[in-house]
């Protein structure tokens, strides 16, 4: 990335935008990225350690 130049300028701007590349690649704004990043994530590993096989019925709790 550094290569690219695509870097934050300094070093609060890196830690606010984060590492992932997609986010650079993509142009997608960090916070919309990580917000669904982890709500995917959050998803995917109740939803197996739960084992649920309806989401939208869990959903609404």
Same mark, same amino acid.
């Given at each position: 990335?550094?290569?690219?130049? !695509?870097? +934050?300028? /300094?070093?609060?701007?890196?830690?606010?935008?984060?590492?992932?590349?997609?986010?650079?690649?993509?142009? !997608?704004? +960090?916070? /919309?990225?990580?917000?669904?990043?982890?709500?995917?994530?959050?998803?995917?590993?109740?939803?197996?350690? !739960?084992?649920?096989?309806?989401?939208?019925?869990?959903?609404?709790?």
């Amino acid at each position: 990335m550094a290569g690219a130049d !695509i870097l +934050p300028n /300094n070093y609060m701007g890196a830690c606010i935008a984060g590492g992932y590349p997609a986010i650079y690649h993509r142009g !997608i704004v +960090p916070t /919309n990225f990580y917000t669904s990043y982890v709500q995917t994530s959050v998803e995917k590993d109740v939803t197996q350690l !739960i084992n649920i096989r309806y989401m939208n019925v869990f959903e609404p709790f």
